[in-house]
């Protein structure tokens, strides 16, 4: 380094935004240029970083930590039953790209996509590479991703390789180089735009004047490309996109895709395969799907002809391929083209196949399988990253720690033996860029995933991209699975920046419509279950409220009897031990007291208010695709609020009555978004009816147990149970008198006027019934409207009033009769709904 | 010679089963062995059939039942007539030093490495060496890989199931048709010889079910049956259904439905001399 250059460099640092910035020595810097300057595509960021000053730049990080949190960004790690759901790790720095850097990135690309696009085509059809010698047959026959039965299966000049990533890196010397390709489900794109989302409003300054290219254009153009797919010419082709469910790593990218892109979000249970086409099956039927954006691997897809263990497919799907009445993208087979061996053979493939030189360069790559690279790769196996060239069980070396002796003679056997399985590649040095480290500015290891899409007019580049930073400095490998992070990538513009959105274009005719695609079964159930959830939860928050209000620590042992009921109900739905599990609970107070507070917050009680908030966000996810972002919101918000007291359960009972009251809150938002901005269809009704059918089961567990206790007739039993039926209100206006056993179990069973009766919430699903497809196709009632007949004429008929002359054994009158019959009945409507509508979801067996 | 095959094959269920899909691999194919004069397929419940030629040219039958159903029945009838190209066992056409040739066929490849029944693996490496001492042609050494399996392995039925690895059969040292014909591959590819697998009928055998046996490849002839359950070359006898890497390839009957796991499997087949 010259003089000049330490003093500039020196003048940079006293920037206090770059006071911690170390340059890496050896490898490239993004941020500072040879000259200790900061680069010019910096420049405008860096600026705008230090007008907002150290304090706001903290406030920005923080809102960027929340805004992650509440959008609800979430990966899943795999074989940890706690990690599920890990929130992303967004760096709110962006990482920056100039125009004239990019077209050269673009090119290389677009160039590298055409070139796997071919030899795909011709390893799944003519295999005339192999023919002549261009690429060894090793390299494909003994992949296990060759997948033979997709061998032939589509004309030559389809498009194979619909949407294609590269993981690049940079060299010290400022080249890029790809390391990876991702040809078979590049990930990503759905956490690139939700890291543009929020990069964008949190340092809204800087984007808007550092003339940011969107991104927005990536995805109409995926979309046009997914509609032009469609083997059948229709209007309104249907694209589902095919996900293998809420536990994959991406799960959310996949709803978040789905929804952004318009897409049923399926399930492989949801679709199904008749005379070689492809349907989904819907609450109404099938409907045929003629088009399949999937995020399950190659070898799932069908159960038939690819593995037949998997439960993720669709069986018969391959032959609907063959047949030629849906398109899968991307294709399926395009597994076997992301093995690193590939690297070694493409620049003599592209000379080959497009007559051109490779325009950007792949990490130097050593195939085993040709006995000169074997032997270069044993003797130089320290400088080297060797790893299985394919798909296997085989381990790769760990490339951070020094091989032993031993380690090294084991690993040379293994290539000695089966040489084509090995693949050797040179150890990269990432370039740094700067990350936000909480104070300032540090540098760290990037790499950039970078995405295609395939439209009729050749391969387009997203001008953006997934940039992945490590947790330190000098790391050599960045995975959001130990610890990096992700930026948004920003792509300058030296023109003016294209505006474009993905609703559709201006001035084009609608047809207007009144409802949207038919919902699918699976969807149907999950809206079902959530509605359950969302009373359960509801109901078991105002069961422990009403008991809490009623106890007190100094409550002596003649307080029992009167919480009785309400303890029993608890029991009941499995908020609290049974009796005979832990006696001391009806005995000793400040067992009570535990026990009550464990009911709310123990997350390893399976009843307990905190585990039913993390089913009910749990449901909340199954059908983000198809609900406002609002209501997602909401969950989480509860989910958290009952979260806070982790490590004891030392609380006072008024804290948790506190609590209790905001839960109570959340859930009343709940059900005012669902019911304010949920259209009156499919998924609305079956939301309702779930919630209709759980409140009818607490009512009647509660009033059940209210009539076994020798206590029914005491008022303040009656007082629980109008408290707990949220009718006390009513009540009072309407008898300005103690409360009156008849005159309570009449409003709070056969009031039909009353929103929270028994009478009112058959009377609800009698109505949703009636709207429900094929429940009119037979002239007999069907199996669920039977028991709902059952269960009003039941109630219609009741007279409550005879019970006042009762002083014991009020179960037993007819009011208790009722009771008992309904919550009999209740199970039976549940199955019979499920037996209907969501039955297709048994479990798929092989022979 | 011509024959008339009857295969049948049933499966019962305990209670109905739905959305079955199934793939069926039972065309005889044609070739300078056999020509096949007529070929049906009955299913039952009656389906739609497609088909198509997958990797290895055999066919390949497709139906789906969607409705409830408890059992299915696939017959296939098939008038087939055969002649030898059966080369003696004493015959030498080709050195052992014309294997690494094979390397470079592409449709040898595949029958030169590991498969799902299949496997390198040293024991049977030393004991496709210790068999073939002394021989220097491709289809003598294939023949002594025959008769070691022949004389080495008893034929015991019930002793696998039709999921058997080939590493379990050479430790039990017993078998039926199938594990010798896995091991015979397995002995082979280890001597780098290619080795495809091939389902079948024995005209001759009395037990009515399919049979399996192998092809080697030998330069400048091609592919040839050996049977090392009978310890001879293929000939008329032998009516070849499909070939593939293993049995994994050429399953007769194989799917998927959704249901229960309480089924019984029955099958028959029939085979005639036809004039």
Known sequence: MTEATVKSSAAEQRRPLLQRYRTEPGSYDELLGADGRVRPNYETLIRGLEELGPDELKRRAETCRRLVHEQGITYNVYGDPLGMERPWQLDPVPFILGAEEWRKIE????????????????????????????????????????????????????????????????????????????????????????DRLVTSRILPEAFREGGVRRLAGFYRDAQAMLSELAPRRTDRPRVVLLTPGPFNETYFEQAYLARYLGYSLCEGQDLTVRDDRVFLKTLSGLEPVDVILRRVDDDFCDPLE????????????????????????????????????????????????????????????????????????????????????????????????????????????????????????????????????????????????????????????????????????????????????????????????????????????????????????????????????????????????????????????????????????????????????????????????????????????????????????????????????????????????????????????????????????????????ARENMTRAQGWRFLDMGGRLERAIYLCSLLNAALHSPEADNPSVLEAVLDVADSSITYRTRYNLMPNMAAVYDLVLLDDTNPRSLLFQFNQLVKHFEKLPRERENALPSAGQRVLIECVTRLRLLDPRPINRLRSRWHESDVGRVLAETLRDLPRLSDAIAVNYFAHSTISRSR | MRFQIVHRTRYAYASPVRESFNEIRLKPVTNEHQTVESFLLKILPPSRLRHYEDFYKNVVHHFEIPEPHTSVLVEALTTVSTRSIALPLDATPAALSRLPECDRTERCFDYLLPSRYVEWDPEAWRLAVDSTQGTADIWQAAVAVMRFIHGSFRYTPLSTHVHTHMRQVIQQRQGVCQDFAHVMLGLCRSLKIPALYVSGYLATESASATHAWIEVFVPDVGWRGLDPTHNCAVDENYVKIAVGRDYADVTPVSGHYKGTLDRRMEVTVDIRRAE
């Open chain 1, 306 to 673: 690819l593995r037949n263990e998997s439960m993720l497919g669709v069986p018969g799907l391959v032959e609907a391929v063959r047949a030629g009445n849906v398109t899968v993208a991307n294709a399926l087979g395009g597994g076997l083209f992301q093995s690193p061996a590939f690297m070694a053979f493409l620049p003599g493939l592209c000379r080959h196949v497009l007559g051109e030189e490779m325009k950007l360069p792949s990490v130097a790559t050593w195939w085993c399988g040709q006995k000169s690279a074997e032997s270069y790769v044993a003797e130089h196996l320290d400088e080297l990253f060797v790893k299985p060239a394919f798909r296997s069980r085989l381990r790769g070396v760990d490339p951070s720690a020094a091989l032993t002796a031993a380690a090294r003679e084991e690993l040379l056997r293994q290539i000695r033996f089966q040489p084509h399985r090995w693949v050797a590649q040179e150890k990269v040095e990432l370039s740094a860029a700067p990350s936000w480290s909480g104070e300032g500015l540090v540098s760290r290891p990037v790499a950039l995933r970078v995405y295609l899409v395939a439209t009729p007019d050749g391969y387009r580049v997203m001008p953006g991209g997934l940039a992945r930073v490590a947790p330190d400095a000098g790391g050599r490998f960045i995975s959001m699975q130990r610890g990096g992070a992700a930026k948004d990538t920003w792509i300058l513009s030296d023109g003016p920046v294209e505006d474009v959105t993905l609703l559709s274009v201006a001035g084009q005719e609608v047809e207007l419509r009144r409802v949207g695609n038919n919902l699918p079964s699976r969807l149907a159930d999950n809206y079902f279950w959530l509605g359950r959830y969302a009373e359960r939860t509801d109901a078991t928050a105002r069961l422990l409220r009403a008991t809490l209000l009623r106890f007190s620590p100094e409550s002596t042992g003649h307080a029992f009897p009167l919480l009785e009921p309400l303890l029993n109900t608890l029991v009941a739905q499995g908020q609290l031990p049974a009796t005979e599990d832990q006696p001391e609970l009806r005995t000793n107070a400040e067992a009570l007291e535990a026990g009550l507070l464990a009911a709310i917050f123990d997350p390893s009680r399976a009843g307990s208010l905190r585990s039913l908030a993390g089913q009910l966000q749990r449901l909340g996810m199954l059908v983000r695709d198809r609900s406002s972002n609002d209501l997602w919101r909401v969950l989480r918000q509860l989910d958290d609020r009952l979260a806070t007291p982790t490590s004891s359960l030392v609380m006072l009972a008024g804290d948790a009555i506190g609590v209790l009251n905001q839960s109570l809150l959340q859930l009343a938002s709940f059900h005012g978004l």
């Open chain 1, 107 to 194: 090119a290389g690309l677009i160039q590298r996509a055409q070139l796997l696009n071919r030899i795909m085509a011709d390893c799944y059809g003519p295999q005339e590479l192999i023919r002549s010698s261009w690429l060894p047959p090793a390299l494909v026959f003994a992949q296990p991703d060759f997948l033979r039965p997709l061998h032939g299966s589509q004309p030559g000049e389809t498009c194979f390789l619909h949407f294609y990533a590269a993981d690049l890196a940079r060299s010290p010397d400022g080249r890029w180089w790809v390391i990876s390709d991702r040809t078979q489900i590049p990930t990503g794109t759905g956490y690139t735009l939700a």
